[in-house]
């Protein structure tokens, strides 16, 4: 007899029995705080806590949406105060969602800095992007490195 191969598969949460979506509620509400235990998370969803910990590690989320409308960009920033906050501020001004951003030390008078975002509602172009991004003081340089 082969040893069983763990696989994932997608399936249409229409299909899929109760319990499982009401376990993956308990989830959302304990990684959001919106429930301090996972006691309290299934008291409100309506579900046993062995049911909870009989799904909990096999049962994920599958949201297209989170691998969509992702791009890194690198830039050279000055080294002057207020030139990260004011991409940052353009980034929230795009209606992006930064994802990670990773800023290096100081040479010479500038920083590089890579940040990835996502489009939250419709997708800005990389050109425009780009654009509006060196049309901040400060920017010396800005390239997007993936994406679109």
């Known amino acids: 007899m082969a040893d069983k191969v763990e696989k994932l598969v997608i399936v249409s ?4 029995p109760d319990i499982v979506l009401k376990v993956l509620d308990a989830k959302r509400m304990r990684a959001r705080g919106e429930a301090l235990t996972s006691s309290e998370a299934c008291r409100k969803v ?10 909990k590690d096999s049962v994920f989320n599958y ?3 989170l691998t969509n409308n992702i791009i890194s960009v690198y830039c050279i920033l000055r080294d002057e105060k207020g030139v990260l906050s004011s991409i940052i501020s353009k980034l929230y ?4 969602n930064i994802l990670t951003i990773n ?5 010479d008078s ?3 800095v890579t940040f990835s975002v996502r489009f939250e509602h419709e997708v800005l172009g990389t050109a425009k992007l780009r654009d509006e991004l060196s049309k901040v003081k400060g920017v ?6 993936s994406g679109e």
Not at 46 to 55: D, E, H, L, T, V
């Open 13 to 16: 949460s229409e299909v899929l």
């Open 46 to 55: 309506g579900i046993s806590r062995s049911a909870y910990y009989k799904y």
């Open 63 to 65: 949201e297209e949406q």
């Open 110 to 112: 500038v920083a590089t």
């Open 140 to 145: 010396v340089d800005v390239k997007i490195i």
């Open 93 to 96: 001004e795009l209606n992006t």
């Open 103 to 107: 800023q290096n030390i100081p040479i």
